[in-house]
């Protein structure tokens, strides 16, 4: 087991399920623990501060839909790894505009999990190396190593994958994106997700951002960051 991959929270009703994820997790080196409902799950959260949280949606107690939501309003953007049944689209898409921070729809592979679980913290970690470029347009100003968005210098909190995909439009500022090139280029995979979950974070940033917001949508393409913005 590797010593520096840190705690795993399985927040899961179905006892064979959670024993799937948890030989698969700590098989790859990470420390887990297992909530059976939603009320155990949010208190183990403030106990343990995990490093991210595998959170099923349809949760006896509270629902993971709640659980998220609650999470975000306290202040606590420890990322969160949304799992949900194959019929449960309206709730997987509420779920990321409430601040998860991916999701997997059931059935998955447990191999798939794994990769999911170190996509999120490897996007909460920041960059591996070097000093990468911050960004600024009027107001906004993206720090991708500090992971920090200010706006008129105040902090306005943003998600790993959200801030990723700013930082991504920024950084390549005036290019055209698809929808598939960015679930390629930001997310990592465009196999198995919906394209419209780009929307959904794009979104998010323009709600956060207001006016500040760069993000520009060329219709029947994707979407740029420009120097004017919407």
């Avoid at 993206?142 to 700013?166: C, M, N, S, W, Y």
Wanted: aromatic letters at 6%; glycine letters at 10%; a neutral charge.
């Amino acid at each position: 087991m590797n010593p520096r991959k840190g705690l795993v929270l399985i927040v899961e009703d179905d006892r064979n399920i959670a024993a799937l994820q948890q030989l698969y997790l700590e098989r790859d080196g990470y420390r887990t623990e297992v909530a059976g409902d939603g009320p155990a799950g949010f208190d183990a959260v403030r106990r343990l501060a995990p490093g991210a949280v595998v959170l099923d949606v349809g949760l006896p107690g509270m629902d993971g839909i709640t659980f998220c939501r609650r999470l975000r309003e306290r202040g606590d953007w420890t990322p969160v790894l949304l799992v949900t049944a194959r019929g449960e689209e309206a709730d997987r898409i509420l779920g990321l505009e409430l601040g998860a921070d991916d999701y997997l729809t059931k059935p998955f592979s447990p191999g798939e999990l794994v990769a999911r679980v170190n996509a999120v913290l490897r996007r909460a970690a920041g960059p591996a190396r070097g000093t990468p470029a911050v960004h600024t347009r009027g107001p906004l100003r993206v720090d991708p190593g500090r992971r920090t968005v200010q706006v008129d210098g105040v902090p306005v909190e943003f998600t790993a994958l959200e801030l990723d995909l700013l930082s991504h439009l920024l950084q390549h500022r005036g290019q055209v994106f698809t929808r598939l090139q960015l679930l390629d280029q930001v997310w990592g995979d465009s196999a198995h997700r919906d394209p419209r979950v780009v929307d959904v974070f794009v979104s998010q940033i323009r709600a956060k951002l207001g006016s500040a917001s760069p993000i520009r949508t060329v219709r029947g393409v994707g979407y740029s960051a420009t120097d004017d913005g919407e």
